[in-house]
């Protein structure tokens, strides 16, 4: 009876796991971006600081907005990957489930008398 229990919850507790490793994904990407953002900000403060020439300073700014808009980008698509593959993968474990209970005894049985009946 508990080891049937354990069969029967094992889907979820996979799904959890899918959850858990993907949660644990997007994190670490956000906590890298987050740490990248701040130590690129207070290095662009120092260097603008240091600049004398407006023009210069200016130049520094777009090259600073135009990587930043590139590591976000990049980040952006890590986490649609990571999620894509999350999907792929509880995707595969529901059809699993569902071709798995079709094949049940109890609904072998069902469909065997169903047929019976025809």
């Known amino acids: ?37 701040v130590n690129a900000s207070l290095s662009q403060m120092k260097t603008l600081s240091e600049t004398k020439d407006p023009k210069a300073a200016l130049d520094l700014q777009v090259k600073y907005l135009k990587d930043a808009e590139s590591k976000m980008t990049e980040v952006a698509e890590k986490e649609i990957a990571a999620l894509a593959e999350a999907k792929e993968e509880l995707s595969t474990l529901v059809e699993k489930s569902f071709t798995d209970l079709a094949t049940a005894q109890p609904f072998a049985e069902l469909q065997k008398f169903m047929a019976a009946k025809s």
């Open 1 to 37: 009876m508990i080891n049937e229990f354990k069969d029967s919850m094992k889907p979820v507790m996979d799904m959890a796991e899918i959850n858990k490793k993907t949660a644990e994904k997007l994190i670490a990407l956000q906590s890298a971006y987050v740490t990248e953002v």
